[in-house]
């Protein structure tokens, strides 16, 4: 791949789409008030490809206070479940129809394959709409069996005004996981994207204006976590933070939440989720998830198996077959469909992760495979993908969540060791154990830390399970029915009865 044919498919790939780059407010596209961008650089060549509306504090109190106002004109808060169904329906028919350029704008903004944007990012985030869209009038409030001379009615009533704060590795799916759960219980949502991969944001909003959602009930703000985030974080009319991203910025929006409103806040975290590989498997079964479990999307996934716990006894033997895998998985033009392992989102996470195959090295962690930079020619930020064996859960390549293609190799000797050691870290997304033996299965699964725990499998996932972490990896469930409570607050209402 040579320069000029990246950079050609990269226009390629965007003629005849119209970047939306600026914020959408109160139902239009309108600059940052003080009239800042920030550029947009595709990961792919390294190139800018847009200016982007920098909001601050004061395009996020224009935009909560346009939130405000739809919601107590109950334009959307308190239009049946019926109607409230019909627009989400329809955003997830407009979503599928705009798949195509949406896939485009998520892999030229934050550098995945094309392949996964097209079967994975853009389906499942209109899955996910559909779904939300689908389950709000199918959920029913209840009645308090308390004695008869009182009728108390316990209710769920939407919380408000929602910030949706959102990270960049699946820009527009997790938008989708907060977008569709607040909206349909009625809330006005306020969205965040992050600074590197605005751009599928900025396009759900006028997709949600053309489904029939009200002005001022999906915002759009881009602009940087510091100011943007920080606003939404501290703004006293913001009812609640729905927040994915790093553990280290989830603290500060409890931080915002206790010195404003208090305002409620869930936190979908970091991970540094064990793979735990025992001798009594089915091993090429074992070795092809363990090596998609952390190359898939360049590592850049919050329950990546970054930790690769395997028995002494097949190690040797495991690390053969990830070798085999990998090497069949090697960084491309993410435009092109074939490439299945794509560019890292910018030049900082590069570096990051680049930095930590060194601290590994230099812990005493062996390089097994890869370990550097690649297709440096053509200006785009890519990673090889990495093993490091002889690592051990006290050295920061097995501590610190990395979020690049980097798996960590240590070893263990029984399952006491294994479990200890899965759960010796401060995170608890996920995990996942291969065995053969039921007994091992069900005692694994219950005494493994996580959130979510995979057994003879890897980061499978459906819309109707709920997923999210034990530990600093946070709390709150996206998915499933259970992601409609904490949009919600429950009301008792008590009506006292003449005898
Ligand atoms: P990040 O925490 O740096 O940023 C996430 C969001 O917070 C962005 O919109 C960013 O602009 C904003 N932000 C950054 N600093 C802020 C500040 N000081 N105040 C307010 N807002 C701020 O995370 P990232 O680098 O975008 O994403 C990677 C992280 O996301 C990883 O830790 C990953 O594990 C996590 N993640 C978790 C899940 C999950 O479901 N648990 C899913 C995807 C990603």
């Not at 970047?19 to 139902?27: E, L, Y």
Request: proline content about 5%; some cysteine; charged content about 25%.
């Amino acid at each position: 791949m040579t320069t000029a044919e990246t950079a050609h498919s990269v226009r390629d790939a965007l003629a005849g789409i119209e970047i939306r780059s600026q914020a959408f407010i109160d139902g239009e596209y309108v600059p940052a008030l003080s009239g800042e961008t920030f550029d947009c650089v595709t990961p792919i060549t390294g190139e800018t490809i847009a200016r982007i509306a920098a909001c601050g504090p004061a395009d996020v109190d224009r935009a909560v206070r346009g939130a405000r106002a739809a919601f107590e004109a109950g334009s959307w808060s308190r239009r049946s479940p019926k109607e409230r169904k019909r627009a989400l329906g329809r955003l997830a028919s407009l979503i599928e129809e705009h798949g195509e350029e949406l896939a485009l704008l998520e892999t030229v903004d934050m550098g995945k394959p094309i392949r996964d944007a097209r079967r994975v990012d853009i389906p499942l985030a209109a899955e996910c709409i559909a779904y939300y869209a689908e389950a709000i009038d199918k959920v029913y409030d209840e009645l308090a069996p308390t004695d008869p001379s009182a009728v108390v009615m316990v209710v769920r009533e939407p919380l408000g005004v929602v910030g949706a704060v959102v990270p960049w590795n699946f820009p527009l799916l997790m938008a989708a996981w907060k977008v569709g759960p607040a909206l349909a219980t009625g809330n006005s949502v306020i969205l965040k994207p992050a600074e590197q991969s605005p751009l599928t944001a900025l396009r759900l909003a006028e997709l949600a204006a053309e489904a029939g959602i009200p002005a001022g009930v999906l915002q759009v703000v881009p602009g940087f976590g510091e100011t943007a985030g920080q606003a939404l974080g501290r703004h006293p009319g913001v009812d609640m933070i729905a927040f994915t991203g790093s553990t280290e910025v989830g603290k500060l929006f409890l931080r915002y939440a206790g010195e404003s409103n208090m305002k409620r806040v869930a936190l979908e975290c970091g991970g540094k989720s064990p793979h735990i590989v025992t001798a009594d498997c089915d091993l090429e079964a074992a070795a092809t998830a363990v090596a998609w479990g952390i190359f898939y999307n360049q590592g850049e996934v919050c329950n990546a198996g970054s930790r690769l716990l395997v028995h002494r006894s097949v190690k040797e033997e495991l690390l053969e077959r990830v070798r085999k895998v990998a090497e069949g998985i090697r960084p491309g033009n993410p435009l092109d469909p074939k490439t299945r392992m794509g560019a890292i989102v910018d030049e900082a996470q590069l570096e990051r992760v680049l930095g930590y195959i060194e601290a590994g090295k230099e812990e005493g962690a062996e390089l097994l495979l890869g370990g550097s930079r690649a297709l440096e020619e053509t200006g785009g930020f890519y990673v090889e993908p990495t093993v490091l064996d002889r690592v051990r859960n006290d050295m920061r390549v097995a501590r610190e969540e990395i979020f690049g293609p980097v798996l960590a190799t240590i070893e263990f000797g029984d399952l006491d060791e294994a479990v200890a050691i899965a759960n010796d870290s401060v995170y608890g997304l996920a995990a996942a154990i291969w065995t053969n033996d039921v007994n091992v299965a069900h005692v694994a699964a219950r005494r493994l830390r996580a959130g979510v725990v995979w057994v003879n499998t890897f980061d499978r996932g459906d819309i109707s399970a709920p997923f999210g972490g034990f530990k600093q990896s946070g709390f709150g469930r996206d998915k499933s029915i259970h992601a409609l409570e904490k949009f919600t607050d429950l009301k008792s209402i008590w009506i006292q009865l003449r005898q």
